[in-house]
């Protein structure tokens, strides 16, 4: 029988998602928390890669087990057996055919800016001081809408058999003093929402206006493309599926 997780994490601590044989992920501890409490050697399969220190408001991830499952119980002791960074929203069983991966639809991803110091969110959000034109950097991100290939802002030697996306959402707004991203797309690339900021940023500072950023996008060339932003300020913040209702967001 195949089980869906929903979870969350703060990536700080962790060198992605993906299990890494010299370095701490998220997948690694699920791996040994799920075994050690199903009494049976468990593979996760996650909905998708996070980089190191990124971090997931809401991700998905299966594995499969042979056994009916007190979901309820399952998620209490996760919670008391896994790291304080990591948290088990749901256990609960689907198709044998589902797939988190394959099977998502879209994912939306937000990136946090502040704009004054704050030690209580210096791990959980890019401080950034300088003024930024948000009216420019709005107009830009609608540009991102009449294109699919984005080769441009993807990491170079990128095992891929497409640069092609699907972008659904893309917009910046003001909250009290912190300034947050959101874009969604059926997938991304590699590193693409983290020097998607950085273009758009520098946009916002005026080294590079609309104009150009569309060329950019147009050129496919990632030395174009501006700088990637720090990973502490990125969170995966929904991943849809057909088959899940609004109960499971």
């Not at 990136?111 to 930024?132: A, C, M, T, V």
């Not at 991100?141 to 893309?170: G, M």
């Not at 950085?198 to 174009?224: H, M, P, Q, W, Y």
Request: proline share 2%.
């Amino acid at each position: 029988m195949r089980y869906f997780i929903k979870l969350a994490y703060n990536g700080t601590a962790y060198h992605g998602w993906q299990y890494q044989p010299n370095a701490s992920s998220v997948q690694e501890v699920l791996n040994k928390a799920f075994s050690v409490l199903l009494n049976t050697d468990i593979s996760i399969m996650g909905a998708g890669r996070t980089d190191t220190g990124v971090h997931a408001s809401q991700m998905y991830a299966h594995f499969d087990f042979e056994k009916n499952i007190d979901n309820k119980q399952l998620v209490h002791k996760l919670n008391s057996y896994l790291p304080k960074d990591i948290v088990i929203h749901e256990v609960f069983q689907v198709a044998d055919e589902a797939h988190t991966r394959f099977d998502a639809t879209k994912r939306t991803y937000e990136y946090h800016i502040n704009r004054f110091k704050d030690p209580f969110s210096q791990e959980l959000s890019w401080y950034f001081h300088l003024d930024l034109d948000l009216e420019a950097m709005n107009e830009a991100s609608q540009l991102l809408f009449h294109h699919t290939n984005f080769q441009s802002f993807s990491k170079v030697n990128t095992d891929v058999n497409t640069f092609d996306c699907t972008i659904y959402e893309a917009n910046w707004k003001q909250e009290n003093d912190k300034v947050v991203f959101t874009i969604s797309a059926n997938r991304f690339l590699r590193n693409m929402v983290r020097s998607i900021v950085g273009t758009l940023v520098n946009v916002g500072l005026k080294k590079i206006t609309v104009a150009d950023f569309n060329t950019i996008i147009e050129s496919k060339n990632r030395d174009k493309a501006g700088f990637s932003v720090p990973a502490h300020g990125l969170y995966l913040t929904k991943i849809e599926y057909p088959f899940l209702g609004n109960e499971k967001d």
